[in-house]
C-alpha cells in the first residue's frame, strides 16, 4: 500500500507539473506550479519592447534600443533602418546587393542584373563538340543534344562487340578487304604449286 501511494503522489505532481497556464504580463505558457513565483519576477523585473513585441529586462531596455532598433544604414546602398532589419534587406531587397551573373562569373548590382544578363545572354561562344556559334543562354540545352547521341553510341557499342577494323561484310558475313577472302585464296594457291610441280616432272623426263 505504502509503494502504491508512492507511486500515485508521484503521478500526481508529475501531472501538476505538465499543465501549463498563460502569464498575463509576458502571454508565455508557464507551469501551474511556477506561476506564482514567475508572476512576481515577471511583472517586477520585466518589460515589452513596443518596437518588437519581445519580453526584455527592464534594467537592459535602454541597450536592447541600441542595438536593436536603433537606426542604422545600409553599408551598400546607404539606406536608413533599423539595425534589426540590416540583414534581410542587404541579403535579400538591397538594389545594390551583389549577384553572380550565370554567364561571366562576374558580379553584378541586382538593380543591373536582368539587362545585364539579357545582353551577357545574347553572346556567342564556340561549341568544343561541333564548332557551331551557340548563344551563351542556349548552351546547356546544346550540351544535351551532343550528349544524347553519345550515350546512344556507348550504348550500342556494349551490344554489338567488336569487329574486325569495322570493315563492311559480304552477303556470306564475311568482312570486306584481303582478310575476308583468305578462304578463296588458299584452295587456289594449292593448284598453282600443283600445277608447277608436274610441268617440272615432264621437263626432267625430256631430258
Known sequence: M?????????????MAAAETAICDHCARPIP???????????????VRCDGCDEM??????????????????CSLCGEVMEHRLL??????????RPLICPFCDLPVTAMDFTPHTDVCG???????????YVLKRDQPEHHKEHQQPLD?????????????LNQPRDASGHSGGIGGYWHLLVPVGVV????????GVQKRNKR
Open 192 to 199: 598453282v604449286v600443283g600445277v608447277a610441280l608436274a610441268l
Open 32 to 46: 501551474v506550479a511556477n506561476l506564482p513565483l514567475h508572476m512576481a519576477h515577471c511583472e517586477t523585473r520585466l
Open 152 to 164: 546512344s553510341a556507348s550504348t550500342g557499342a556494349s551490344t554489338s562487340g567488336p569487329t574486325s
Open 56 to 73: 526584455v529586462a527592464t534594467a537592459a531596455m535602454d541597450q536592447h534600443v541600441a542595438a536593436v532598433h536603433a537606426p542604422a544604414p
Open 2 to 14: 505504502a509503494a502504491n501511494d508512492s507511486r500515485d503522489s508521484t503521478n500526481a505532481e508529475a
Open 122 to 132: 545574347s553572346r556567342t561562344d564556340k561549341c568544343d563538340i561541333c564548332s557551331k
Open 87 to 96: 540583414p534581410a534587406h542587404e541579403a535579400s531587397s538591397c538594389a545594390l
